[in-house]
């Protein structure tokens, strides 16, 4: 194999079960640097445990992943060094003000001081939370959409080649989130390589370049867009595969009285 074929980022036949429940049933996916996928599936379908094990926060029972060909179970520090991660519900140091986050984050990293220091003011001010930060607000008083942003920019923070994000444009305000598209679209465009989790079709059908679905743990189909939708829209598709629950005769009738 050579180093071209190598993708950014590889899930490789993860596999959890919790308690008889397979959440991750050989869930595999290849992401090639330069590009944009984006994981949809159904609640529950195991979206949040494929990921959290394909970046070191959940022991797979079986499979690993790669981050530019390191096996990330194998050697962590290797290739966690080249992966930024937004995990679901992101739990944050919070009596902390965001710049104070992003110091103690990289400083953690190992990156240098000014480094960090010339980074987190400029990821504050894109990510328009300068303000707050002059006003001294701490990240327990941020809204959701704020902490979600934060945790993007400590995802950001060292610039990884790799980017998983769980659910990044959940309760973020349009003017925020065409911002974020934009960083995206701007880190892919310099060969970073991005997966994002969402439940939100148009939005993958807009950014994303491929798509994969999951249900019940499984990777039922991806590919480029263009490939999974066909000539038909990507929701279509999803509810084909994972199939439509009819509302039943007479369901939550009392709404209607
Ligand atoms: N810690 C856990 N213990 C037991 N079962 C779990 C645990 N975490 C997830 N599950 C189960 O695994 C399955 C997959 O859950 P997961 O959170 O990965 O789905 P998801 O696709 O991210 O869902 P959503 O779209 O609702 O966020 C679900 O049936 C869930 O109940």
Not at 116 to 130: I, N
Not at 209 to 236: F, H, P, Q, W, Y
Request: hydrophobic residues 45%; proline residues 5%.
């Amino acid at each position: 194999m050579t180093t071209d074929d190598i993708p950014a980022f590889e899930l490789a036949a993860l596999t959890k079960d919790f308690s008889g429940k397979l959440a991750a049933d050989r869930v595999s996916l290849r992401v090639p640097a330069g590009s944009l996928t984006g994981l949809v599936g159904p609640n529950g379908a195991g979206k949040t445990t494929s990921l959290a094990m394909a970046v070191g926060l959940l022991r797979p029972d079986s499979g690993t992943s790669y981050v530019q060909g390191v096996d990330l179970w194998k050697q962590p520090d290797r290739a966690k060094a080249a992966l930024g991660v937004l995990p679901d519900g992101l739990a944050l140091p919070e009596r902390l003000t965001g710049a104070e986050l992003l110091t103690y984050w990289g400083l953690l990293r190992g990156m240098p001081a000014p480094e960090v220091a010339d980074r987190t003011r400029e990821l504050l001010a894109v990510l328009e939370l300068d303000d707050a930060e002059r006003r001294g607000v701490l990240v327990i008083e941020y809204s959701t959409g704020m902490r979600k942003k934060i945790g993007l920019a400590t995802a950001l923070l060292h610039a990884p080649r790799v980017l998983v994000l769980d659910e990044p444009f959940e309760a973020v305000d349009p003017v925020s989130a065409r911002v974020l598209r934009r960083i995206l679209r701007t880190f892919v465009v310099g060969g970073g390589a991005v997966v994002i989790s969402s439940h939100v079709m148009s939005l993958v059908e807009d950014l994303c370049d491929r798509v994969a679905i999951i249900g019940a743990g499984k990777v039922m189909v991806d590919g480029t867009l263009d490939e999974v939708r066909g000539t038909d829209s990507l929701e279509n598709v999803f509810v084909n595969l994972v199939g439509e629950r009819d509302a039943e005769a007479g369901e939550l009738s009392w709404l209607a009285t």
